[in-house]
């Protein structure tokens, strides 16, 4: 990088609802596309950002990390408030922070959380409709938390992984898995090195299949071991899937989304 531009950091916050997700795309609505424009309005230049990790159709985001390097001085509230301003309502920068030239949003990163949200009720919620997935057959929370603890550790997940997915390989680490329950929301907590393609929400509709009492909470350990896509539960919907957080080693001082200080974590 040149010592003339400065390297900026910033967490987004968005609702993936109306979005063919976080990549810049020429047919459609992109999350990057409006962050790029709005930040290169700021800037009064060009400003391409790279993102910690990029999101589907319909996924939403607590705290995406990008970065951007830029020739011109702006103080880190322009770069917030001035380019809210330019944003739509569902797509916010929380905070900006200046970074040093060795910090990359996605290559920097040690891990990611994600959560999915399931609203588990015999009738849906009108207000909760795109935020959250729905499963109206009631949900053993425990015996999911239990089948979810074979995904533990470094292992291969092509039993999770999209026919699509384009990594080289399908080992990954799970670092933490939880799943628990407050009130009609059923949560899917997940920390891991990396992810695949598709690969929590594959595991989500996994669990639900072993939360409706549909599969034994072994099967999640034979997937494993068969390592084929075909044999494991369906998709789970994009819309219960949140970018919680990607975590940087702590020299960095990126901060972190905290759950049990989002208002609306629906307890």
């Known amino acids: 990088m040149s010592s003339e531009l400065k390297r900026v950091a910033l967490c987004i916050e ?93 290559f920097s990163a040690i891990a990611r959380q994600y959560r999915y949200v399931i609203y588990n009720r015999k009738v849906h919620s009108a207000v909760l409709a795109c935020r959250t997935t729905w499963e109206s ?55 891991a090195n990396a992810f695949l393609h598709h690969m929590v929400r594959n595991i989500a509709g996994t669990l639900m299949e072993v939360g409706r009492g549909e599969r034994r909470i072994e099967w999640v350990r034979e997937l494993l071991a068969i390592q084929d896509r075909t044999k494991a539960g369906p998709t789970a919907p994009a819309l219960g899937l949140y970018f919680v957080n990607a975590l940087y080693p702590e020299h960095f001082e990126i901060p972190r989304v905290q759950l049990d200080e989002v208002l609306w974590q629906w307890q």
């Open 14 to 106: 968005y609702q993936g609802t109306q979005y063919c997700g976080w990549q810049r795309q020429l047919e459609c609505e992109s999350v990057q596309g409006f962050i790029e424009k709005a930040v290169s309005s700021i800037a009064n230049a060009p400003i391409s950002v790279q993102c910690a990790g990029r999101t589907d159709t319909g996924v939403h985001s607590l705290g995406q990390i990008v970065h951007f390097d830029t020739p011109v001085d702006r103080s880190m509230n322009a770069w917030v408030r001035g380019a809210n301003t330019k944003l739509p309502f569902d797509i916010r920068i929380a905070w900006a922070k200046p970074v040093d030239e060795d910090f990359h949003a996605r």
């Open 137 to 191: 057959v009631s949900l053993d929370e425990q015996k999911m938390h239990q089948a979810a603890q074979y995904l533990l550790g470094e292992q291969d997940y092509s039993s999770f992984r999209a026919s699509a997915c384009q990594a080289a390989h399908a080992k990954r680490e799970i670092q933490s898995i939880s799943v628990s329950r407050s009130g009609h929301f059923v949560f899917i907590d997940i920390q």
